[in-house]
């Protein structure tokens, strides 16, 4: 595996190995590297020639200076990972190379990027369009890869595509990946105390029970059983939870509102925030 870290050496590579007609698969991650996002490269050696990671703690996408300071970088475990994985470039660059100075874009992002997170955390999803337009100017991917637990932030980054013109570009969007008592894996979980790890995994089940409930109940029913039976838990405080329609991202009020509804949900376990999501059976 090859550690690239200029935008120079990273083009110059990829136009080499684009000019022997090689198809390129794009994984752009923050590092502290899971099985979640193995999954992703996994996928991407599969339909690709060549396998590209980016690990890049992007400082424009984070609204809270806290999570940006104690967001966990573990290059050494990550590289390792990507090695055993079969990656063949890690792209891993310094906050200056990719952010020579100040990127002043504003996205036209429009109403999917307007409620959740986008309400929650002003300005997060410019900067992801920020930091995922560059790579995708930079690797000029044949596919991206993108996990489910951010379910929102890939409907925004097709829009960041369709505006921007990577019309070629495939996203693909990839499942998410559990720990085996159901909590979803993420980078942040690192941060949980032990007490804290024991109670998290009652995101994805009350989640999972919700299904049943939604069968015999209303949108808004369905919602308030989500909400409160994840609060009844210790240290668990939804920030909030809402059905969306899952191309839109807007949300319902009732079930035959949208082709495939969605539940997204944002708890706080402690101070550690976590996400997750469940996609209900058509209504309609
Ligand atoms: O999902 C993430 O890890 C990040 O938002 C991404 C897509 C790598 C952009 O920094």
Redesign the pocket.
């Known amino acids: 595996m090859e550690i690239i870290r200029t935008v120079k050496a990273l083009t110059e590579r990829l136009d080499a190995l684009r000019g022997e007609g090689k198809s390129i698969g794009l994984v752009?991650?923050?590092g502290a590297l899971h099985a979640g996002h193995i999954s992703l490269v996994d996928r991407a050696r599969r339909d690709n020639d060549v396998v590209v990671v980016?690990v890049?703690v992007?400082p424009t996408?984070f609204n809270n200076p806290t999570d940006l300071a104690t967001y966990p970088r573990t290059e050494e475990a990550d590289v390792a990972k990507l090695e055993a994985a079969g990656v063949d470039i890690a792209f891993i660059p310094a906050v200056e190379e990719i952010y020579p100075e100040p990127d002043t874009r504003q996205f036209d992002l429009g109403p999917v990027a307007e409620v959740m997170e986008g309400a929650m955390r002003p300005g997060h999803f410019n900067g992801?369009a920020q930091?995922?337009s560059k790579l995708f100017g930079y690797v000029r991917p044949t596919r991206a890869y993108?996990?489910e637990k951010?379910f929102q932030?890939i409907a925004v980054?097709r829009r960041m595509a369709q505006i921007e013109g990577f019309d070629e570009l495939e996203i693909i969007d990839c499942p998410i990946k559990r720990e085996a008592d159901g909590l979803a894996m993420s980078s942040r979980n690192v941060r949980l105390t032990a007490e804290q790890r024991e109670m998290a995994p009652v995101i994805h089940r009350t989640l999972d029970e919700s299904l049943l409930w939604a069968s015999t109940h209303s949108v808004g029913q369905t919602k308030q059983f989500v909400i409160d039976t994840i609060n009844s838990f210790p240290f668990m405080k939804v920030e909030y939870y809402e059905i969306v329609d899952a191309l839109t991202m807007q949300p319902i009020a009732d079930w035959a509102d949208a082709e495939q509804a969605v539940g997204c949900v944002t708890v706080f376990c402690g101070d550690v925030r976590l996400i997750d999501n469940i996609k209900y059976p058509p209504r309609r």
């Open positions: 752009p991650t923050m980016s890049f992007n996408q992801v930091i995922v993108f996990g951010d932030q980054i």
